[in-house]
């Protein structure tokens, strides 16, 4: 597994100073439903919140990474392990 997540990261050249920055539990839940390719309204569904909630989760992550994209954003919490690949 951490093989794969270094070949992940190295392959997309993630920066290696945006460690994990005191993440909530939500918002790293919201990241693994991402990761398994749920959409937001589906991760709203699971979660049993509004899809503005999921998009404020992602953008505040997204913003605490200073990354541009959703998929940056996973792949930054793959590398810092604060979301974890399934097998």
């Known amino acids: 597994k ?4 270094s070949l992940i990261c190295a392959y997309y050249g993630l920066k290696e100073e945006s460690y994990a920055k005191n ?4 918002e790293n839940e919201v990241f ?3 990761l398994k390719n749920y959409s937001t309204k589906e ?3 699971k979660m049993n919140i509004s899809d503005k909630t999921v998009r ?3 953008s505040n992550v997204i913003l605490k990474l200073n990354v541009s994209s ?6 930054e919490l793959l590398r810092h ?3 974890e690949l399934d097998e």
Do not use: E, K, S
Not at 2 to 5: E, G, K
């Open 2 to 5: 951490n093989l794969r997540q």
């Open 23 to 26: 993440f909530t539990p939500r």
């Open 32 to 34: 693994q439903y991402l």
């Open 43 to 45: 991760i709203a569904y």
């Open 56 to 58: 404020n989760h992602i």
């Open 70 to 75: 959703r998929t940056q954003a996973v792949l």
């Open 81 to 83: 392990r604060q979301i």
